[in-house]
């Protein structure tokens, strides 16, 4: 699983002070902390600064990557910052974060992705609104894949992000989302998935531990790649993770999972193990249910002694 860090993020106010001051010193020790803690790339968004957003990308972007190889993903749905940070951005293949199914959205974005050649997510929802159900995140996506190929972007360079919401404002939102990505995995194996696993403990405390947990949730239903905030208590999840499906250089090849396997085999409507996947299926619902269970299970008790009644969908 790729993971991107998303602690460069202007909403935070130590973070908009960085970009402010254009303290150097500051934005590199919390990109190198990202990068220790096993982000491969980052992800750096100052939407909040919306005058200056493009200049404030350009030297984010030019002071990262004078001193740390490293990829960077830029977060904004403006053009001209997007424009603007791609210009110099000079590691890798830049990410654009994002598009949706919204043609005006498509539009802007899609040609900078093309000329600049680089990766691109495509969160699933469109003019109506965000969506509720598995079934309106799967209403958008023909339109997102028919839009991407027609401009010439490959399926392995599109991200579909199924959206994750708050637990707090509903203990199914990681219900739902884990049957929205098993269906992707099994009806469009060829496109990548990628979420903000953040969100799903959004207003909640003990927040690294939830994440934890829905992290190795998704790493188990095949999720290619997630944005989240990172941290040394958050790191040891990312670490286990990747030993669990195969991705830690440092394990012997004949104790991991076969290459590009994962743990959760996707097949139809179904799921099966690694160590199963030649026996009987378990269906995907129980899987999604046993899941879905613990972590509500594990909400509940925050719940008993939190208020999140006013919580909002951030």
Known sequence: ?????????????????????????????????????????????????IETEPSDLVWMTQTIQKELPVTLCFDSPNPEAHAAALAVHRHGRAMIDSITAEQERMDAIIPLAVSHHTTLTALLHDESGMPSTKEDRLRVLPAIIERTRRAGISSSDLYLDAMVFPLATGDSSAAVYLETLIEIRSTFPEY??????????????????????????????????????????????????????????????????????????????????????????????CLIGSLHKNMVCCTHSVYRTHDVSSVEVP
């Open 1 to 49: 699983m790729i993971i991107i860090g998303a602690n460069i993020n202007s909403s935070e106010d130590m973070i908009d002070s960085i970009i402010e001051e254009r303290d150097s010193s500051s934005l590199l020790a919390i990109a190198r902390a990202q990068l220790a803690w096993g982000a491969s790339i980052l992800a750096v968004n100052c939407g909040t600064r």
């Open 192 to 285: 990548n998935t990628i979420c903000g696993l953040n969100n799903i403990s959004y207003g909640l405390p003990e927040r690294d531990r939830i994440n934890s947990g829905f992290l190795h949730m998704c790493a188990a239903a095949g999720q290619h790649a997630v944005y989240v905030k990172l941290s040394d208590a958050l790191s040891a999840a990312v670490s286990s993770q990747q030993v669990l499906t195969g991705g830690d250089p440092s394990v012997p090849a004949t104790c991991r999972p076969t290459a590009e396997v994962p743990l959760i085999h996707l097949t139809g409507n179904h799921l099966r193990t690694a160590e199963s996947r030649d026996e009987s299926y378990a269906d995907s619902s």
